[in-house]
Every structure is written in C-alpha cells, then in structure tokens.
C-alpha cells in the first residue's frame, strides 16, 4: 500500500504554482475563441484568412515555446543552486541571454511577414478575396514577433524561479487588451473605428506589444526575482550551447505535431465530412476541461524537480514526480470519467445533427481514456526537461505518433476495414507508446547525472 500521506505537502506546493496556470491557459484560449466568434461577423472568408494567418504565425509560438522550455529549465535549476551554494546562480544572465536570441530568430519573421504575406497565405490554396484579407491579418501580427517571443520566454522564465502569478497578471491584462481592441475595432464599437478583420490583427499586435512592455518594466526595475544582466565578459556560450540543447528538440517537437496533423485530418476525412467536425468538436472540448490541467502538471513537475536538481538533491525531484505521478492518476482519472460519462452532454452542446454527435461522443471517450496517459507523459516529460533531456520526449512522440497515431490507425482503419473504431485504437495506443518511452528514461535515473553535468559546466566557465 502506497502512503499517499507522503505526497501531501508535494501537492500543496504543486497547487499553488498549478493554479495560475491554469488560469492563464483558459483566458487565453477565450481570447482566441473571441477572435474566431469576431470573424463570423464577416463571413467564411474572414474566418478563413484568420485561420490561415494562425498557421504561421504558429511558428513564432513553436520557437517561442522551445526557447521557453530551455529558459525555465536552466532558471529552475539555478534557483535550486542560489539555494545551496555560496556562489550567486546565473538567472539573470541566462534571462538576458534567452531574451536577446529569441529576438534575433524573431526578427526574420517580422521580415518575412511584411514583404511575403500574400505568398504564404495563396501557397495554402487560398481564394482570391482569403488571400487579400489574410495576408494583411498576417503581416501585423509578423510585426508583432518580437513582442511574442518575448513574452513567451518571459513567461516561462518567470515560472522557473516558482513565480506563476505574474505571468498570469501580465497575460490577463494582455488578453483583455486584446479582446477589447479587437472587439471594438472589428466591429466599430464605441470610439474605436469600424476596420473588420485587420482590427483583430491590431488588437493581437497592441495586446503582445503590451505584455512586453510590462515583462521588460519587471525585468529592468526588479519587480520580481530576475531582472535584466549580462556577465562582465559578455555572452557565456556555454549557456547558449545548453540553451540550444535544450530548446531545439522542443522546438522540433512542436514542428512535428504541427504536421502530422494534416494526414490524420486527411484520414478521418476519408470517413465524411461529419466525422471530422466530430474530432474537432471532441478536440475542442477536451482542450477547454482537460488540457489546461495536463499543461500545468507539467510546467509544475519541471519548475519543482529542477529546482531540486539545482540543489543536487535527485531522490527530491524522483519523490516531487512520483507525487505528480499519484497527482495525475487520480485528478485526470477522474476528468477522464467525466469525458467519457459525459461525451453524449458535453459534444452535445456544439452539434445537434445525429451522425456527427455519435461521432463526436466516439472521439471523445477515446481522449478520455487517453487523458491519463498523456499527462503522465507530459508529468514525465517535466521531469526530463528540468535535467535538460527534450530528447527523449521528442523521440517518443515522433515514434508513437508516426507509428500508431497515423500509421495503425490507417491500417485498422482502411485496409482492416474496421473503420473509425481503428481510428480510436491507434489515438489510445498513441499515449501509450508515448507514455511507456519516456518511464523507460525516467526509470533508468540517468537523468540527474545529465543536469548535475550540466550545472558544473556552467558554473566552471564563471569562475
């Protein structure tokens, strides 16, 4: 019998830091649901040239996010040696230098949106009119590249010193700046002119310019644990060697996600146009109840284990994820009962035509059953980022992905004639695989050898 009694104090700490995440995560997903509600306004085609300015500028989220996972892995683990050692940590200067490199790969975006946004918006098959529209929507929120980079690293820095509250302010006020910009200047609200989908465009770019602003307030009069410095010799390489190590995997991660989606929504369209409103409709509802706690437990389990690594206590950061292990089986279980109980009430609510709801309801117990799963994998992920393994997350999801997302979901699915059920098969056994690679890695503990390696590298070249 496990003592769970043992964990208590893990998960007090773990709740506190998850909290404003979570938050955070939900108001940005209103901000984005706003947008999308804005452009039924003006029709399918403004819904569609938002849509199509979103798949790239996904790019900037995905570089943004990587160089995020590496600042709060290597912040956590500095906030854990300021804790222990006599020597100061390196925060400050991996934050400078974090901030400078993701503003210089941003810039080539700002660039690239001001001068190509026609072509890559017609490069998607657009329509004449789609193209117009959203190569404008594309290039001001290019513009805004730099401003989103960062405050993603912002973001995540933050998180890495145990501070998730303000970036959960800062986004806030970000995110109603957006939506009242938006708001008022799509639809000509109140004083603000009446400019249809470019306003949307304009509320996304003042919102990022805003978060910004505030992030580098923060930074530069220490309003919080880290503020802006780099070392009297200039940039240290070996950060930035480790950065790259770190951040270029996750980055590839997300790239990869980004694409496979497109053969498995080509898959389930094979299946009619209902079944794949049906996925998206389970997607949806699962992204809204489900993920922004998946998200949290992973951002919490690197922010605490990394910490502990930084303070060379290994067998803490094992007993903080085994406790986000007991975390996880037992909240995302219970979401995944709700998900699945509930699949005929919760997809009701977005379709009422009957083949598309039963559809919908498949889709969605599928997810449950996987939600678990996924959170373990991404708990387990947290850990390994925190000892600077993005590797080992990245491998394992190409390979399940590749192999049964896409690859045994189409054999059950057309050559089995099983049909959508072998659709379901294949998402399940998904998680599974990616969940089962990334124990196997956990398991071995080699992984504290790799962040010890790496806090010794760094701390050798200050001295």
């Given at each position: 019998m496990v003592?769970?009694?043992?964990?208590?104090?893990?998960?007090?700490?773990?709740i506190v830091l998850a909290w404003p995440v979570v938050l955070n995560h939900i108001f940005t997903?209103?901000?984005?649901?706003?947008?999308?509600?804005?452009?039924?306004?003006?029709?399918?085609a403004a819904v569609t040239a938002v849509g199509l300015g979103d798949v790239w500028e996904r790019l900037v989220l995905r570089f943004g996010l990587g160089l995020g996972t590496g600042s709060i892995a290597l912040i956590s683990q500095e906030t854990g040696v300021e804790e222990v050692r006599s020597e100061a940590g390196s925060s400050d200067e991996v934050l400078s230098q974090v901030l400078l490199t993701g503003v210089v790969i941003s810039l080539p975006f700002l660039l690239v949106g001001l001068l190509f946004s026609?072509?890559?918006?017609?490069?998607?098959?657009?329509?004449?009119?789609?193209?117009?529209?959203?190569?404008e929507y594309l290039m001001i929120i290019l513009a805004a590249a730099p401003f989103r980079m960062i405050t993603l690293i912002s973001d995540r820095s933050l998180q890495g010193t145990g501070d998730t509250r303000t970036p959960m302010v800062v986004?806030?006020?970000?995110?109603?700046?957006?939506?009242?910009?938006?708001?008022?200047?799509a639809l000509g609200v109140g004083p603000f002119p009446e400019i249809g989908v470019v306003g949307v465009g304009w509320g996304t770019f003042v919102a990022k310019l805003v978060a910004a602003l505030m992030y580098l307030v923060i930074f530069t009069f220490s309003f919080s644990h880290l503020s802006l410095g780099l070392p009297?010799?200039?940039?240290?390489?070996?950060?930035?060697?480790q950065l790259f190590k770190i951040s270029l995997p996750r980055i590839l991660q997300g790239g990869y996600q980004s694409l496979i989606t497109f053969p498995f929504n080509a898959l389930v369209l094979l299946f009619g146009t209902e079944a794949a409103a049906a996925y998206h409709i389970a997607r949806r509802v699962h992204q809204q109840l489900v993920?922004?706690?998946?998200?949290?437990?992973?951002?919490?389990?690197?922010?605490?284990t990394g910490k502990a690594l930084g303070m060379d206590k290994p067998f803490e950061s094992k007993k903080i994820t085994d406790a986000m292990l007991w975390l996880t089986a037992i909240t995302i279980t219970a979401?995944?009962?709700?998900?699945?109980?509930?699949?005929?009430?919760?997809t009701g609510f977005f379709t009422d035509d009957p083949v598309t709801l039963n559809?919908?309801?498949?889709?969605?117990?599928?997810?449950?059953?996987?939600?678990?799963i996924l959170t373990l994998y991404g708990v387990l992920s947290g850990l390994l980022s925190s000892a600077g393994d993005t590797r080992t997350p990245f491998y394992g999801l190409v390979i399940s992905q590749t192999s049964f997302k896409l690859g045994l979901s189409y054999l059950l699915a057309v050559p089995a004639g099983i049909g959508l059920p072998g659709i379901f098969i294949g998402m399940v056994l998904d998680f599974i695989a990616r969940a089962g690679w990334v124990a196997r890695r956990y398991l071995s503990g080699d992984w504290a050898d790799e962040a010890r390696v790496m806090i010794d590298e760094r701390h050798k070249s200050q001295n």
């Open positions: 003592n769970l009694g043992q964990y208590y104090s893990i998960w007090n700490e773990a997903t209103a901000m984005r649901t706003t947008d999308m509600l804005l452009m039924g306004f003006f029709g399918p026609d072509f890559l918006i017609a490069i998607l098959g657009a329509a004449p009119e789609v193209i117009q529209l959203g190569a986004n806030v006020i970000s995110n109603v700046v957006n939506i009242v910009l938006s708001v008022g200047l009297d010799d200039g940039w240290d390489l070996i950060i930035v060697k993920a922004p706690l998946h998200r949290a437990y992973g951002t919490v389990t690197t922010i605490m979401g995944g009962v709700v998900l699945f109980v509930g699949a005929p009430v919760l559809h919908s309801i498949n889709f969605l117990r599928a997810l449950g059953i996987g939600a678990p």
